[in-house]
């Protein structure tokens, strides 16, 4: 009897797909849902490599522009009131208004710090919010995947027993199978976490640097003005 249930477990098709198939609705749902938050996840996080490492490097090539000496007027002019790159923005930004807040006669309008410095902030508060869009959903995807995964299994392993319940017979042939079926759930899962945590973790890092950069930027570009200012 143990033999013959043996060679019946091996003939059941233990394959991704076919457990796939042979789950119930609720359960293929929650497959579902599982692959597409880790596609999603995924294509955020080459995303954001993407976008991290393009900042990174104008970041850099903006800073041997600043610090060559070249005349600020002339670098703006250069750029525009408008550039592309997000530490060209925040100086940009400071640019414009320091330029508005010259009077016709040369002089300056009271309050031109002030406004500088809020113009720089507003600007970087734009690119952090272009930097961590989407990383919401990595925390999102690495915190509830595992537990919607353990929904499906739960469902899953309950269907098993009404099945066994169903049949009077609890057999491995009879077993295996649905239980199989209710961990891949689980197993999918923690495939869609596991990455999202990790990589949630290393993005938010990456940003919050990048994001000091420019702030860093903003203070040494302001404390230039204050001096240009004062004289």
């Known amino acids: 009897m143990e033999a013959e249930t043996l060679a019946l477990a091996q003939e059941i098709d233990f394959s991704l797909w076919a457990l796939f198939a042979r789950a119930t609705l609720i359960v293929k749902l929650v ?45 703006f002019e250069q750029l525009g009131p408008k550039p592309s790159g997000s530490s060209e923005k925040v100086f940009a930004a400071g640019m414009t208004e320091w330029r508005r807040s010259h009077r016709d006669d040369g002089g300056l309008i009271a309050g031109a710090q002030a406004r500088i410095d809020r113009s720089m902030d ?59 079926e209710a961990l891949l759930a689980t197993g999918l899962g923690l495939l869609a976490a596991i990455p999202a945590v990790i990589f949630y973790n290393k993005l938010s890092a990456d940003s919050d640097r990048i994001i ?7 203070d040494e570009f302001a404390t230039i003005l204050s001096r240009q200012l004062d004289s």
């Open 212 to 218: 000091a950069g420019y702030e860093a930027f903003a």
């Open 122 to 180: 507003v600007a970087i508060n734009k690119e952090a919010e272009r930097l961590q869009k989407g990383l919401p959903v990595l925390a999102t995807v690495g915190s509830t995947a595992p537990f919607i995964g353990l929904f499906g299994t739960v469902w899953g392993i309950m269907n098993a027993f009404v099945e066994i319940a169903e049949q009077q017979n609890t057999n491995l042939a009879v077993v295996a199978p649905g239980i199989a």
């Open 31 to 75: 497959m579902g849902m599982l692959i597409f938050a880790s596609f999603w996840a995924w294509a955020i996080i080459f995303q954001k490599l993407i976008m991290y490492r393009t900042a990174r490097r104008e970041a850099a090539l903006f800073d041997e522009s600043f610090w060559s000496g070249e005349p600020l007027d002339g670098l």
